[in-house]
């Protein structure tokens, strides 16, 4: 991989624009193999071709990926076939309450485990993982809103929290229900580490935990490193002409939102109505 990829990989902005790229890459890579095969090559792939600035960015490996029509990762890479982690520390309902249809995530408490930008550089990878499970309506609660109400801008699932912090929650914001979300352990660099702990507790008169999550995510462990990869290419990645998965085990927000995946996946499923008892049929 290039320097430009690995320095990519520590900024999602950096990031999705290297993906991007690629992206335009394949797309004009995919034409100059049609061209090959048809012997017509335009104008304005001579041009292209003939970019330097272009011709630096286009490592070998995607020509060669596309020109030999290969599938990056290959269909026998341990990323496609596993063996894959599952999370197994997780506790939780048979199903959502029906009345939960409102939630208000907090901001990621990184308390002493990640510095306070570290944590707040992963609200929105966890706030957007969360959505995607479309379990109910997510209210993610900033942190400039956190500490203007509370006085603090994050609060851990294990601490002392306000007076009066649940029923403001469910007042001011018409939620049913609040998500904590902790870091246990944080470590950016290679191997990455990401230990994470949840809890969806709700905010009605009795107050109770719905869903329980504590489990440590460990590029070191080989398994988990394959789910991350594999959560990557099942992604919106598809047009990517080259094996990008290592971006996952490189950069702390790519990692996050498999972890996020990976966590998310685990909570109860929406509450569904036992089905009305068929009327028995008149004889006739």
Not at 141 to 164: K, M, V
Request: positive net charge.
């Amino acid at each position: 991989m290039s320097i430009g990829f690995h320095r990519a990989a520590r900024s999602p902005r950096l990031m999705s624009g290297w993906i991007e790229s690629s992206k335009r890459v394949g797309v004009r890579l995919r034409a100059m193999k049609n061209a090959a095969s048809t012997g017509v090559v335009t104008t304005a792939m001579r041009k292209w071709i003939g970019r330097s600035s272009l011709r630096a960015l286009v490592a070998p490996v995607l020509i060669t990926a596309v020109l030999t029509s290969c599938m990056v990762p290959p269909v026998n890479d341990s990323a496609r076939v596993g063996p894959f982690f599952k999370a197994k520390n997780h506790t939780g309902d048979p199903q959502l309450p029906a009345t939960l249809r409102r939630v208000v995530l907090l901001p990621i408490a990184g308390g002493s485990v990640a510095p306070a930008e570290s944590a707040a550089a992963l609200d929105p990878v966890f706030s957007a993982g969360l959505q995607k499970e479309n379990r109910f309506e997510v209210v993610a609660l900033t942190r400039a809103d956190c500490l203007r109400r509370f006085q603090a801008e994050e609060f851990l699932s294990t601490g002392n929290l306000p007076h009066d912090f649940m029923a403001k929650l469910r007042r001011e914001y018409g939620a049913d229900a609040v998500m904590f979300i902790d870091l246990t352990s944080f470590k950016p660099y290679r191997p990455m580490i990401l230990g994470v702990r949840a809890k969806l507790a709700t905010l009605g008169d009795e107050v109770r935990l719905v869903w329980s999550f504590d489990n440590i995510f460990s590029a070191a462990d080989p398994t988990v490193a394959n789910s991350a990869r594999h959560h990557f290419i099942a992604g919106e990645h598809s047009e990517v002409p080259a094996d990008l998965t290592p971006a996952v085990l490189q950069s702390p927000s790519q990692f996050a939102a498999y972890a996020a995946a990976e966590m998310f996946a685990t909570l109860p499923p929406v509450y569904a109505s036992p089905a009305s008892p068929a009327a028995p049929s008149k004889a006739k």
